[in-house]
């Protein structure tokens, strides 16, 4: 076990906004920073990092915790693993407070153990069939190929080293059932690995040497690998990603592999499913503009106008390639080389453009009945760029669908324009209040914390009172932190960005002082008032005394 001192040295070492803008890109916002979430679709920012707390919240989704469970969440691994992870970029070592190294750890060493027997059996005709795609001996090893032969038994020799069982193996996807024995299941396949966003390999890709079928296999979902959630490539292409503003995604990894290739590293591809909204999510921490380039077959027109309605619910700013004449990406490369698919590029057209001629393929418009369908599907499209206030592809849209069934633009506008913009609203700033400075104040002065732990706050009302109620339960602001309602968090994070930083931060806490006492003598009052309402002669002379020696310190005071 780590010792708890370890742990908040490791925190106290770390930036917490350095951390977190390896993963999304934060924008300054005053003493905090701020983003769009990484852990639910948004189109405007309520992931907020304040530096002092050294903690992140989510008004949206009600997401929060310190730079450990940050790196826990976004990279889907165990608690030990981030703290582990983050421990080594400040040079401290946590190897005497080890004991064993968890599941994760021996699947990814089992993974990588497996891959370099893998690696170490492409050769003759296997490394020959790379060769023939135009591979060289640099990319081969860069890419990190393997071959697992006819009847491999690399993955039981590797079990066996580690002293893996080989049900285990079957669990991970390497192995899997073939009649009553276990067989490698890329046995007869070129290789190559898929890794997670931390570098680690997960999985396999696997392309049949020779006749068979599938031509591609990719390994199964395990407890640590998802097809639906990670992106091949992605780990390789991220800081391109992020320093040119957009990404690439294709269907397959020979199609990213080819952008690579040809020196656009900012390219991935999704593993034999479709694009989904956990995909999204990592690549939205990155940028939002896609460029999508799908195959050109009627799967892939099919699978792009699936991703299309993802990607526009999502909010991404989006561009499609087509490869035509060639299938893919990389039959363009093997047909037109490195400088050609580079420049491929310019020829992205915006999405808008892209589905209408995708979707009047699917039509017969030579008859009544295909022009209609055509227009119903392309008036779902107009009403979602209506509603989301999108103009110009709105425009751009009917402009396409007058080209192609011969119809004046006003026309298809009328048929089109049947629904009514809606118009977004946006929250109302908080008044500050007594209590939003009496938090802000203990949030980001520790020397004033004992102080105010000394109020009595039981004048304060609502979330305030919440506030110092948990944190006299908690003990400190971590754990309250870590406690409090969705509610709550959101006010102590809406606290932080609209109290400004006062100048003189012990004058605002004696300001504090006075105003909570007025509070406090302004409800004595109303209490007297309702006494002397029910009392007799003798006790409200007693009562009215108290009273005028009330209004008296009030005025002393400065109040009413």
Not at 429 to 434: A, F, M
Request: proline residues 3%; neutral net charge.
């Amino acid at each position: 076990m780590i010792p708890k001192e370890v742990i908040e040295d490791i925190k106290s070492k770390i930036d917490i906004v350095d951390v977190i803008s390896e993963y999304i890109n934060l924008q300054r916002v005053g003493s905090y920073y701020r983003a769009l979430c990484p852990f639910h679709p948004e189109t405007t920012p309520s992931f907020y990092v304040h530096p002092k707390l050294q903690f992140y919240h989510c008004f949206g989704c009600g997401a929060s915790g310190d730079v450990i469970k940050f790196v826990q969440e976004m990279e889907k691994i165990s608690f030990y693993e981030a703290l582990e992870k983050l421990a080594k970029r400040v040079g401290v070592d946590l190897g005497k407070y080890r004991v064993g190294g968890g599941d994760y750890r021996i699947y990814t060493t089992f993974y990588e153990n497996v891959w370099m027997e893998y690696k170490k059996s492409l050769k003759g005709e296997s490394r020959a069939y790379l060769k023939d795609r135009g591979f060289n001996d640099e990319e081969i090893e860069k890419y990190g190929f393997g071959y697992s032969p006819v009847d491999s038994r690399i993955p039981h020799k590797v079990a066996k080293q580690m002293n893996v069982p080989l049900e285990k193996a079957l669990e991970y996807g390497i192995l899997m059932r073939s009649g009553g024995t276990l067989i490698d299941r890329f046995e007869g396949r070129i290789t190559i690995p898929i890794r997670n966003e931390s570098g680690k390999i997960v999985a396999f890709g696997g392309r049949i040497l020779g006749d068979g079928e599938p031509k591609y296999l990719n390994s199964p979902d395990t407890r640590y690998f998802s097809k639906s959630k990670i992106l091949f490539m992605f780990s390789e292409a991220k800081r391109s990603i992020k320093e040119l503003d957009f990404v690439i995604i294709t269907e397959g990894y020979m199609d990213a592999l080819a952008f690579h290739r040809a020196g656009v590293t900012n390219a991935v591809a999704v593993l034999g499913t479709s694009l989904t909204r956990d995909h999204l999510l990592r690549l939205g921490t990155q940028t939002k503009n896609v460029i999508l380039c799908f195959d050109n077959d009627d799967a892939g027109i099919r699978a792009s106008l699936k991703a299309l309605e993802i990607l526009d619910k999502l909010d991404f700013n989006v561009l499609v390639l087509s490869m035509e004449p060639y299938k893919d990406p990389d039959e363009f490369f093997q047909n037109e080389g490195a400088e050609n698919l580079k420049n491929r590029l310019k020829d992205s057209v915006p999405y808008e453009i892209f589905l209408t001629k995708a979707i009047s393929s699917l039509f017969n418009l030579k008859t009544s009945n295909g022009v209609e369908g055509f227009l119903k599907s392309m008036k779902k499209w107009a009403n979602i760029f209506r509603k989301s206030g999108k103009i110009k592809r709105l425009d751009n849209l009917v402009r396409e669908v007058s080209s192609i069934v011969n119809l004046p633009e006003s026309d298809v506008m009328s048929l089109f324009s049947s629904e009514d913009f809606s118009l977004k609203t946006s929250l109302d700033r908080k008044t500050i209040g007594v209590e939003e400075e009496l938090v802000f104040l203990y949030m980001n002065y520790e020397d004033l914390r004992k102080d105010i732990e000394k109020i009595d706050t039981d004048v304060l009302e609502g979330l305030g009172k919440d506030f110092f109620m948990l944190l006299k339960e908690s003990g400190d602001v971590n754990t309250l932190l870590e406690k409090a309602s969705k509610d709550l968090k959101d006010w102590i994070f809406k606290v932080q960005e609209l109290v400004p930083e006062p100048p003189d931060p012990r004058k605002v806490f004696k300001d504090i002082l006075s105003d909570l006492e007025k509070k406090r003598l302004r409800k004595r009052l109303a209490e007297i008032d309702d006494m002397i309402k029910n009392s007799d002669d003798e006790e409200k002379k007693i009562l009215l005394k108290a009273r005028i020696d009330l209004i008296r310190r009030m005025k002393e005071m400065g109040g009413e």
